[in-house]
C-alpha cells in the first residue's frame, strides 16, 4: 500500500502517514532482499524515518513531473543526445520557490525508490525494473535513476554538488530550499568537509543537509574504521549549525529540520539503528553493509519477517 504524503499536513496525522510511510519502507526493501537473495537492507533499517519526514513534512516538493513508471536508459547525457533526462522530476517540477532534493549514498537507491512509491511519486510496478539491464531503476543510482538528479558516486561528491545549487539559487533569489541525504560514512573523506567549509564561507543558509548516522560502513563499524567523532562538533568547527537527534523519533526530526540556522548551513545528524525494526540483523555484527543469505533457514527466517508484515492490516 501506498500513502498519500499530501495528508499529512500537521500534528499527529503527518507523524501516523510518515510511520506508515517508513514501515512500507522497511517492508519493500526487505522484499526486494529476498527476491534477489541480497540488497542494502541495513540501510532502509536505518534510513526509513529520515526519508519519510522530508517526504511527508520537511520538503517543500511538487507532484511528481515524470512518468509513474520510469522510462529506459535513454543513453549518457551530452549534447548530442536530446533524450537524456534525470530523475529529478519524481521530486516535483524546478521551480524558484519549491526545495530541490539531492541523495548522496547512491547505494542506498532501493531505498528511495520505496520512499517514492510510499509517497505515491512512483508505481509499485516501477520497481519490476530493479537491476534489470537497460533500466534507470538501478541497483546503484545515478542521475537518469527516480528520484536522483545528479550521479553522486564516488561517495562524498554531492554535497559539494549541492551547495554549488545552492549558492546558484542564493544568488538568484530563489526561495526555495536545497535538500542533501547523505550517511556518516561519506565524513571520512575529505570532500565532504571542504564542501561544508565553503557551505559555511557562502553563507547557504538554504542548504540542509540530513545525515543518516548509523555508525556503520563497508568494512564495519566506523569505530573501528576511522571515527568521525565527535561528529556535531567537528561539524561546528566549520562553521555550519548542528541539529543532533534521534533518527527514528519522527517528531524530534521535523523540529531539528525545520530550526532557523540563519546565513549558516543547517546539518541534522540523525543518530540511527541499522537494525531498527529488523533484530535479526543483529546476528550479522559488526558486517551490516550489504546482506546476502548464507542459507536457507536463514532466508526463511526473513520471509517469516515478512509474511508476519504483510499478514498484518
Known sequence: MTHDASLSNHGP???AAAEAVAAGIRRRVLEYTLRNNGGYLSQACSSAEL???????AMKLGPPAAPPVPAPFPGVPGPNNP???????YNGPRSPDLDRFFFSPVHY????????????????????????????VELIGAEHSPGHEVTAGSLAQ?????????????????????????????????????????????????????????AQQCDGAMSD???????????ESFGVAVREVPGHDLQALENALAA??????????????????????????????????????EMLSYQNLLDQWRSQP
Request: proline share 3%; aromatic share 8%.
Open 13 to 15: 496525522q503527518w507523524v
Open 51 to 57: 526519508l519519510s519526514c522530508l517526504y511527508c513534512k
Open 83 to 89: 533524450a537524456a533526462f534525470t530523475g529529478a522530476g
Open 109 to 136: 537507491a532501493l531505498v528511495l525508490y520505496a520512499a517514492l512509491i510510499e509517497t505515491g511519486r512512483m508505481a509499485p510496478e516501477g520497481l519490476d525494473q530493479f537491476n534489470v539491464d537497460g533500466s534507470t
Open 158 to 214: 554531492c554535497v559539494s554538488q549541492a551547495a554549488g545549487v545552492a549558492l546558484a539559487r542564493k544568488l538568484r533569489g530563489e526561495r526555495g530550499k536545497t535538500w542533501v541525504f547523505m550517511s556518516d560514512g561519506e565524513f571520512q573523506e575529505g570532500q565532504t568537509w571542504e564542501a561544508m567549509n565553503v557551505a559555511a564561507y557562502h553563507k547557504l543558509g538554504n542548504l540542509r543537509v540530513v545525515v543518516d548516522a548509523n
Open 225 to 235: 574504521v576511522g571515527t568521525i567523532e565527535p561528529l556535531g562538533q567537528r561539524l
Open 260 to 297: 532557523n540556522s540563519g546565513e549558516r548551513p543547517l546539518v541534522v545528524v540523525g543518530r540511527t539503528d541499522p537494525c531498527r525494526g529488523i533484530s535479526l540483523l543483529e546476528s550479522r555484527r559488526p558486517k551490516l553493509h550489504y546482506v546476502r543469505f548464507k542459507s536457507k533457514d
